[in-house]
């Protein structure tokens, strides 16, 4: 079966997490019919275009789809949000989810005045940092809405009397339960074993909840309408971009495939953006990958900047710590380190000193985390292709020993 052939439908998966029939069978027969395609019930694929394109490729239409379902919804959200007296967010979750949380601050920052703090939702289970729910919306991020862990961490904020609100992509799921109020995105449902679309309509709606608050809070403070009609058209941004950012970090990829490690780079929102490219790394590539903020490079990678190491800097045109991102970019160039940078169309002085560039159509730090991770999910995925026996898909799960790690960390029903 194609990628291309399957159905997406909003708020619903292609079937729960799991496998049924005698799972040690299957994990003995792992290299010809991956677990991990058993686990998410999508077809086994061998060579690009993996099922992992086809979810990247589909997130123009999931944005569109986000965008129409919750046109009533955030902004009611916001509405009760600020009624209720709330100046600031804890968001949690796991690995992309956590991100989601991370590159949305700045929205919550500089839009909603709020203070913000993401989490690992097991880290807030087992810590339990104290929060005061009084005046923090707790945010529960997953995609699939049935990690465990996300589930127990909500639950935990449940119990101390949080008012949360859910940001997954399926109707219904066990996370929609433990919260107040809920923003179900589209996309459907994961085809390969790495979160793409989830990552971006997430940010999306919570980068609109922040513009919707702030509007109501602060109506003075920025033009609300600018902001919404630029967030809007991240839809179709994604479709115009996809084939070239897709030939340039195909190409890019495999001049890179030899590379040791990546570091990512960005700063306040794209601190996230970094941290979710150098994830897609470690999943998709399985190429060791620091995400950092710049002062975190500066006073600290540099001995890392070597001939054999790739830096990723994420630098939009209006970031407030542009100049530190470009001193990192002039770093790149003195040590004769190969570096891509992900930069607004208008930058100049940032792309001077790099090797290779992605400009895309915007310069707002804060939304620029949602167009600027498409060339990081394809050099990710084609970092994978291009070393010739890496199955993108599949974290792996085509390999025995993998493949047993997986069913016993991840048994039936717990994603």
């Known amino acids: 079966m194609s990628k291309n052939d399957y ?8 079937k729960q997490w799991g496998i049924e029939g005698d799972i040690a069978r299957y994990i003995e027969g792992t290299a010809e019919h991956s677990i991990m395609y058993r686990a998410l019930g999508t077809e086994p694929q061998t060579e690009h275009p993996f099922n992992l394109y086809g979810d990247i490729k589909s997130q123009g239409a999931a944005l569109r789809g986000t965008f129409e379902a919750n046109k009533e919804n955030i902004p009611e959200i916001a509405r009760i949000l600020v009624e209720k007296g709330f100046t600031g967010m804890a968001g949690h979750g796991l690995g992309t989810s956590q991100f989601v949380a991370q590159a949305a601050a700045g929205a919550f920052w500089e839009y909603a005045g709020w203070d913000t703090r993401d989490m690992d939702s097991l880290e807030y289970v087992i810590y339990e940092p104290p929060i005061d729910f009084e005046k923090t919306v707790f945010f529960t991020y ?5 990690t465990v862990d996300s589930n127990r961490a909500a639950a935990k904020a449940k119990e101390l009397g949080a008012f949360q609100v859910a940001f997954t992509s399926i109707a219904g799921s066990p996370i929609t339960r433990k919260c107040d109020l809920s923003v179900v995105c589209a996309g459907g449902f994961d085809t390969g074993g790495s979160d793409t679309f989830h990552y971006t309509t997430r940010l999306a709606a919570s980068i609109w909840l922040a513009i919707e608050i702030g509007a109501l809070s602060r109506p003075d403070e920025q033009d609300w309408n600018d902001l919404r009609k630029r967030l809007f058209a991240t839809a179709d941004k994604y479709d115009e971009m996809f084939d070239w950012v897709s030939k340039r970090a195909e190409i890019l990829s495999k001049r890179y495939r030899k590379i040791r490690g990546v570091l990512a780079v960005g700063s306040g929102s794209n601190e996230g953006t970094a941290e979710e490219i150098a994830l897609k790394y470690d999943e998709m590539g399985h190429i060791p990958t620091k995400g950092m903020c710049a002062g975190r490079h500066i006073h600290g990678a540099l001995g890392l900047t070597q001939h054999d190491i790739l830096t990723i800097i994420v630098a939009p045109v209006d970031d407030p710590n542009y ?12 040590l004769k380190s190969p570096s891509i940078a992900i930069i607004s169309e208008e930058d100049e002085r940032v792309a001077e000193q790099v090797d290779d560039v992605f400009r895309l159509d915007e ?38 020993r993998h493949a047993k790690v997986w069913n016993w960390l991840f048994p039936k029903d717990t994603h």
Do not use: H, W
């Not at 159905?7 to 292609?14: A, D, F, M, N, Q």
């Not at 599949?394 to 390999?399: D, E, K, L, M, V």
């Open 142 to 146: 997953s995609g699939s809405g049935s």
């Open 7 to 14: 159905s997406r439908e909003t708020g619903k998966r292609i």
């Open 323 to 334: 100049g530190a991102l470009r001193d990192i970019a002039q770093v790149t160039y003195m």
């Open 363 to 400: 310069t707002d730090p804060n939304i620029f985390p949602i167009l600027a991770i498409l060339p990081g999910q394809l050099l990710a995925y084609f970092s994978a292709v291009a070393q010739g026996d890496i199955n993108p898909d599949c974290q792996r799960a085509n390999i025995a």
